[in-house]
């Protein structure tokens, strides 16, 4: 080997040796700015984002009711509600009478507003109708009662939300793992089950049966809109509220006449259904709890179980890398930005999410500091953008709604409607996704959702109107 082969080699050797050299103190760097030992110091969450309290006494509370629908013959809801509750884990509470009703399933009781005129399916079989209903007799009589109570003020809906265990002792403390919103399904059956009633009413010519059944549809549905905190139960809310309108809606098309006495059933929304903002502080505490709970499991996993507490040497690399703090102050800071945007409506928290969406993801733009937090931030974040566009829907399938109610009761020809439609009182988004078919029989309405499966019909859907 020549001399100066030696000397490249050499100066490769300290080329390399030097860049090996720099990646571990710029590691070293990392580390030492990336640790618990350097994290921010606890700081109470805002006030903004800290979730409702629920004074409601739980015999008086339909969120027990809903919770517990589903309960034997000779239970009472609301207790076994109660029961399941308490229950850290829910499948093992002892409730008098445990064994639970099927759920309706059939076609009837799943249909889709969005793909189907579901009035129009229902009334087409009408024996099976009738069938359906009687079957579900127990569970639509307990949908009756809690709704009769929420139209009287004897009962009233508040959503409860988990708190956190004092410790987690085993995979099932977890607040990840804890259940959410049990009251889900009762209110799916409840809501649908009083649209099938209004439907048989109307087929059996009995008014004042269907105006029972639409004012139990309208009481628990502003229940929901009013009570719930999570985002799952307030997206039910704003579907089941939308499921109303639809059927009014349809109503409206077979029963023109019937226009004054629908009219009640359609008041202005709950504040809080137009609040863009409400579910936040519920989320933003999903969020902030299940922060800290990865900072304190970190090291104690052994496949699905939890260790007592993580080995020496898991403690201490546990250490290193996510920062607890420093990321839930992020994202409350993230939070309180969204909030700020929500004053402005449903509409403006869309374009505001959206527009950061659009922003390229970069990992020249992470932050030397936490640099793992705002990597699980900046892929959380991003799931939030359809929802302020459901709820967008929401407010537009309401205006609809009037319209339809306003066309009924002024018994427009179909000549006048186009015009008459011009002239109404619609915001210039409103005016966009709004406009009258050609034969004046229906208004085509663009959602701002983007639909999950495709219509028939393509992306806008149809309302029918009265053919007068």
């Excluded at 607040?175 to 959410?180: A, C, D, F, I, K």
Aim: one cysteine or more; hydrophobic letters at 45%.
């Amino acid at each position: 080997m020549t001399t100066k082969t030696r000397t490249v080699l050499r100066r490769l050797a300290w080329g390399v040796g030097g860049l090996c050299l720099g990646l571990l103190l710029l590691a070293l760097a990392w580390l030492a700015s990336n640790n618990r030992w350097v994290d921010a110091e606890p700081q109470p969450r805002p006030a903004a984002l800290q979730p409702r309290s629920v004074a409601l006494a739980p015999e008086a509370n339909v969120f027990f009711d809903l919770s517990g629908l589903f309960a034997g013959p000779q239970a009472q809801p609301s207790r076994v509600g109660q029961a399941l509750w308490a229950t850290p884990t829910p499948e093992q509470a002892t409730v008098a009478d445990a064994h639970l009703l099927p759920q309706p399933r059939d076609a009837a009781w799943s249909c889709s507003w969005d793909l189907n005129d579901c009035l129009g399916l229902w009334l087409q079989d009408k024996e099976g109708l009738r069938l359906r209903l009687a079957e579900q007799a127990l569970l639509l009589e307990r949908c009756t009662a809690l709704a009769d109570g929420l139209s009287d003020g004897r009962l009233g809906f508040d959503e409860l939300l988990q708190q956190p265990r004092a410790e987690l002792r085993r995979a099932s403390d977890q607040y990840l793992g804890l259940p959410v919103a049990p009251h889900l399904q009762g209110a799916r059956v409840c809501a649908r089950g009083f649209q099938l009633q209004a439907a048989w009413a109307q087929s059996q010519g009995q008014a004042e049966a269907l105006l029972r059944a639409l004012g139990r549809a309208q009481a628990l549905s502003r229940a929901l809109l009013q009570g719930s905190q999570s985002l799952i139960s307030t997206v039910l809310a704003w579907n089941h509220e939308r499921q109303r309108l639809r059927l009014l809606a349809g109503l409206l098309a077979l029963e023109p006449a019937m226009a004054s006495g629908l009219s009640a059933k359609l008041e202005p929304l709950p504040e809080r259904a137009r609040d863009a903002g409400a579910w936040m502080a519920a989320e933003s505490f999903f969020g902030a709890q299940a922060m800290q709970e990865m900072a304190q499991l970190c090291g104690r996993r052994d496949g699905g179980q939890l260790l007592e507490q993580a080995g020496l040497i898991d403690r201490w690399l546990c250490h290193f890398g996510f920062m607890p703090q420093r990321t839930q102050q992020a994202n409350d800071a993230w939070w309180l930005q969204q909030h700020e945007a929500a004053k402005a409506g449903p509409e403006a928290l869309l374009k505001h999410l959206q527009a950061q969406q659009a922003r390229e993801f970069s990992m020249w733009d992470l932050p030397w500091r936490n640099t793992i937090g705002a990597i699980l931030l900046a892929v959380a974040q991003p799931a939030f953008a359809d929802y302020p566009a459901k709820q967008a829907d929401l407010l537009l399938d309401h205006r609809v709604a009037q319209l339809a109610l306003a066309l009924a009761v002024q018994k427009l020809p179909l000549p006048e409607r186009a015009a008459w439609l011009a002239r109404q009182d619609l915001t210039p988004s409103q005016r966009e996704r709004i406009t009258l078919s050609e034969d004046g029989l229906s208004l085509r309405v663009l959602p701002w959702a983007k639909p999950v499966t495709p219509s028939p019909g393509g992306l806008s859907r149809s309302w029918p109107l009265p053919p007068l």
